[in-house]
Structure formats: C-alpha cells, structure tokens
C-alpha cells in the first residue's frame, strides 16, 4: 500500500503532550492555518468538479458522497443540509457511508476493507448521476467497490483526498487531492484532513447549487422557513430584494406559503401569486434569469 502522509509524525507537534492548554490549542491552530492554503492549490480542480455537478443536477441527476469513518461523516453532513438550505429534494444529494447508517454514530470495525459492500451499496447510481468518493488516505476497499460500480455503469466520478498516490486517485475520473501534511496526531485524519474535506464538500455543493440558480446575489434564496429564525431571514430578504417594507414581505410570503421568490416576483411585478409563480416558471424557477429576460 501507498504512503500516506497523513500517517507521519508531526514534527511540529511532538511535545503537544506537555504544552500548556493555550499553548496546545495555538499548536493546533497553527497547523489548521496550512489547511486554507492546501485547499486553495486545488481552485481549479474543485471549480472543474462544481462544473461537472451542475452539469449532472441539469439533466436532472443526483449528488451521491460515499465515505468511510469521518470522511462518510462528513458526505452525510453536508448533504443534509442541502434539502433546508436551497429547497431541493433529499433525493438530490446523499451520503453513503461504509457500514450503513449505524456507522454514523458508531465505529463499525472492517467497514473500509469491505470491497464488496462499496460495489452493493453504489448500485443506486445511474449515469445520470455523479459519484464524490472521499477519503484522506484514498486507499479504502470499500470506494474502490463504489468506483467499480459506477464504471460500470457509466457515472462520473469525482475523488477527493490528501494521498495523490492512493487508489481512488487512480480510479476516479476526477480528482481533488489536498496535501494537508502530517497530522496533529499521528494518524487522526479527522483533524486536518477532515477540516479539508468539510472546506471542499462546502464548495461543492454550495458551487453546483449556485449554478443551477439555487442562488440570488448571495442570499439563499430557496430556503425554506421552517422555523422563526428562517422565517425572519426569509422576510428580510424579500424585503431586501423587492425594496419593500417587513411587513409587505410578510404579507407577501403568507400568500404564498412562504416561497421566497413567488413572494419577490408578486411584489415587484406588481401581479398576484399564480400569475408570479407562473413566471417563474416560464424561468425555470430561477429569478435572476426572470430579471434578465431570459426564458428556458
């Protein structure tokens, strides 16, 4: 098996054990500093792999993160966030981790090794979907299972570590390998690496949700307002948007049962909600392009 660098000694932190608390933490801080500029070597490729997920969600594909430990943790986590986030369905995007979903709250023993299991759990993937396999050290049986299956059935792929010489990197169709350097502690890939990854899968999905008009400005402009904390910030961006005062926002959002852009089409076009949910879809749902005219 390949090296893995996330496995070396440190040698910045070797006396970590007898530091002073504030002295620890600052340690870690310091290496958490390098993971920023680790991450921003790889623009290009992350930006290429954004490109590749927009282009699989327009023809109506799904996201799919497959990882074993913190790395499937981490999948899991961000593609939970998608459905409140930017109103898409959980179908949209999905982790799947090694050892099924116990494994998200419990160490399951062996679950990485299991080639077999990868390749069973990755027969949800069609080629209209988009594969991301994530591991620090990009070794584990298991993604090479998940890649396998995707090959076979023609799914893009997109593998993200920190060992270029590991074997998803061989595998995948793309890659985004940070070299994040050795760990705090030897070996705890959760710490540096995953801080990495959580900064990639970010971009991603953030990225790919953006494109595909999931966004206006920088306002999140599909979310939905399950609680009073999103119903306020769907009200202020309405208000923002359409230049309207807080309470014609929430007159607004309450015809509409709180759909943010129906609420700014009605508003400013001066029209009443069938009609402005009607021109939205003239426009694909997506308002920047109902601004510009641009019809899909």
Same mark, same amino acid.
């Given at each position: ?12 932190? &070797? ?10 933490? #600052? ?13 921003? %070597? ?12 927009? &282009?699989?969600?327009? &023809?109506?594909? #799904? ?7 913190? *790395?499937?943790? !981490? ?24 050892? =099924? ?10 679950? @990485?090794?299991?080639? @077999?299991?990868?390749? @069973?759990?990755?027969?949800? !993937? ?14 584990? /049986?298991?993604?090479?299972? +998940? ?27 793309? +890659? ?9 502690? $030897?070996? *705890?890939?959760? !710490?540096?690496? =995953? ?12 990225? $790919?949700?953006?494109?595909? =008009?999931?966004?206006? %400005? ?11 904390? !999103? ?19 929430? $007159?607004?959002?309450? &015809? ?17 909600? @069938?009609?402005?949910? $009607? ?9 920047? /392009?109902?601004?510009?005219?641009? /019809?899909?």
């Amino acid at each position: 098996m390949s090296e893995v660098i996330t496995e070396y000694r440190n040698e910045n932190t &070797k006396d970590i054990d007898i530091l002073s608390t504030v002295d620890m933490v #600052r340690k870690m801080n310091e290496e958490d500093k390098l993971v920023a500029l680790a991450v921003e %070597e790889e623009t290009e490729h992350i930006a290429q792999a954004v490109d590749m997920i927009a &282009k699989q969600f327009l &023809k109506g594909g #799904r996201l799919f993160y497959f990882g074993a430990g913190t *790395s499937g943790r !981490l999948g899991i986590l961000d593609a939970s966030e998608c459905p409140p986030t930017f109103s898409v369905s959980p179908d949209m995007v999905q982790g799947i981790i090694a050892g =099924g979903e116990n494994a998200f709250r419990f160490a399951v023993e062996g679950a @990485e090794d299991n080639y @077999e299991a990868g390749y @069973e759990d990755a027969k949800v !993937l069609t080629d209209n979907d988009i594969a991301v396999v994530i591991s620090a050290s990009g070794n584990p /049986k298991y993604l090479l299972g +998940v890649l396998q299956r995707a090959d076979d059935v023609n799914c893009k792929t997109i593998a993200i570590t920190c060992n270029s010489n590991g074997r998803i990197a061989e595998d995948a169709g793309h +890659v985004i390998c940070v070299e994040v350097g050795p760990e705090v502690i $030897a070996g *705890s890939s959760r !710490l540096k690496a =995953g801080t990495a990854q959580k900064m990639i899968l970010n971009m991603l999905s953030t990225g $790919a949700m953006i494109k595909v =008009g999931k966004t206006y %400005e920088n306002f999140m402009i599909d979310l939905k307002a399950t609680n009073e904390k !999103l119903k306020d910030r769907a009200i202020r961006i309405v208000a923002q948007i359409a230049d309207v005062s807080h309470s014609d926002a929430l $007159a607004a959002l309450l &015809k509409c049962n709180w759909e943010i852009k129906t609420a700014i089409v009605s508003l400013t076009m001066k029209i009443d909600i @069938e009609q402005a949910r $009607a021109e939205l879809k003239k426009h694909g749902g997506v308002l920047r /392009k109902l601004q510009q005219g641009v /019809k899909v």
